[in-house]
């Protein structure tokens, strides 16, 4: 049996030495020009379109890396957007063109990477060239680089006066059953670098272009012992770290920080609750609302995404603050440890009304929503047991701010001789104030808005469900 030293994970960050040199070949292209996509005839006039490149092969693999410098990449990848072309001539000839689409993309760039799964021209060199295309019509919107040689087995690239090793730290982060973040930092003099990443006895063999990677389809209670070699493009290689994890499975966190809300968790045997509420409370009549959110439940180590999005969510008021609170049936065995993702959406407490508005305010959702970020277990996964810690009431919200109201069923109280007025989400007025309360036991189930005024004249908002 393995041995942890902590129930969650074993995490050692060590550092070995290198025994010999990795046998592998390698080139570099800075803002290469390109012209028009020229395909099997002669290459037209140089356009201002320029791309960077960089092509590694390690034994029968061979990734490559691009970045569309004053371009942009088409968004779908169905037109094989980026492309490594290789040939069997400098020239172009028809018939000897083979087109290798490179599907990945780096977020937020230009960037695009893949590994060559087609059948190489010739055993260790070949001709390329690289292919951009920023829109549908290939004759007018794609580019394509002079066609270049590339060996396989040597550093194209290689400067004899470029002597120095790359510096190299790494860490991992927001370990999970299924999925891990690597974060990686050099000095090199050239610039020009790639990260080669291997775990033999886990199958797993990779070249990375850029400082951060997310490393997907770990198998739950195994141990991971990464080994990463930064190189640059002469073939100068750093000391060899490793970097060794567990994805034993951890214990429940059910309750923390996790960006900009604060979170409680339990479950029955059929059903689970999320309480959340902003981390942050701004003056009561600006206080932000959780106008959306939506669960993903994840059976740890299965990478099974099942999403939930409740249709009518409930939602309690402390002066202001809105919170959520979102039930959800579920088929999970009870003991069942389940990883979970709080996605939300942050937006004012008066709902906007214009497209344009609800649009700006959907452009802050946050999507991904795994990890603690503050506290004891900063950086821990968010996992729950099914069956554990369930929560009857709605956790007290401590604010400095007076309760200017009370809700019950069917009724709100409105607290001193403050007045109120109801509205629909659309601004029309449903009820006013009799005798200090609003009888809401007529009114249809949904979402309302209701403005108190104070005796001195302040008006503040809030946002109330009547259900």
């Known amino acids: 049996m393995k041995k942890s030293f902590y129930l969650s994970l074993v995490a050692v960050l060590a550092t070995a030495f290198n025994v ?3 046998d592998h070949g390698s080139i570099v292209g800075v803002e290469e020009p390109m012209s028009l996509r020229y395909n099997d005839s002669p290459q037209g006039p140089l356009t201002d379109k320029k791309v960077d490149y960089k092509i590694v092969t390690v034994g029968a693999k061979t990734w490559i890396w691009t970045n569309f410098v ?3 990449l088409l968004e779908t990848t169905a037109f094989n957007a980026s492309q490594l072309r290789y040939r069997t001539t400098s020239t172009p000839t028809p018939n000897t063109r083979t087109e290798e689409a490179l599907r990945g993309r780096v ?3 230009q960037q695009s990477f893949g590994m060559a799964t087609s059948a190489f021209p010739t055993a260790n060199s070949f001709y390329f060239s690289i292919y951009q295309a920023e829109g ?8 394509e680089t002079a066609i270049k040689s590339y060996n396989k087995t040597t550093q194209n690239s290689n400067d004899d006066a470029d002597v120095t090793a790359p510096d190299l730290t790494c860490e991992y982060q927001n370990l999970s059953g299924t999925s891990v973040d690597l974060v990686f930092s050099v000095t090199e003099t050239s610039g020009q670098y790639f990260y080669y990443i291997k775990d033999v006895a886990n199958g797993i063999e990779q070249v990375l272009f850029w ?3 997310k490393l997907t389809g770990l198998q739950p209670d195994t141990e991971y012992n990464l080994s990463v070699t930064a190189i640059d493009f002469s073939g100068n290689e750093s000391e060899t770290k490793v970097i060794t994890f567990d994805t034993t499975p951890p214990a429940s966190i059910n309750s923390g920080i996790a960006k900009d809300i604060y979170f409680q968790i339990g479950s029955t ?3 689970l609750t999320v309480f959340a509420r902003p981390t942050t409370i701004p003056d009561v009549a600006l206080a932000r609302t959780i106008t959306g959110a939506e669960i993903k439940l994840i059976e740890y180590g299965k990478g099974d995404v099942t999403l939930v999005e409740p249709a009518v969510p409930i939602l309690e008021d402390w002066a ?8 959800m049936s579920h088929s999970f065995p009870i003991g069942t440890l389940v990883e979970i993702n709080l996605g939300y959406l942050l937006g004012p407490c008066i709902p906007p009304v214009t497209a344009e508005e609800w649009s700006a305010v959907y452009e802050n959702y946050v999507y991904i929503n795994q990890f603690v970020t503050d506290g004891a277990d900063k950086g821990k996964a968010i996992v729950h047991i099914i069956g554990e810690n369930g929560i009857s009431n709605i956790p007290n919200v401590n604010l400095d701010s007076p309760i200017l109201y009370t809700q019950s069923e069917g009724l709100i109280t409105i607290n001193d001789n403050n007045t109120a007025q109801l509205y629909a989400v659309g601004g029309q007025i449903v009820a006013n104030a009799v005798a200090n309360t609003i009888n809401t036991s007529a009114l249809a ?3 309302y808005i209701l403005k108190v005024k104070d005796v001195v004249g302040n008006i503040t908002t809030f946002k109330i469900a009547v259900k």
């Open 20 to 22: 010999m040199a990795l």
């Open 70 to 72: 004053n371009g942009t």
């Open 107 to 109: 977020p937020g760039t």
């Open 136 to 143: 549908p019509n290939v004759a007018t919107e794609a580019y």
């Open 211 to 213: 400082d951060s990677y």
């Open 269 to 271: 045997a059929t059903e």
């Open 320 to 327: 202001g603050q809105t919170s959520y609170t979102y039930k």
């Open 445 to 447: 189930k949904g979402i």
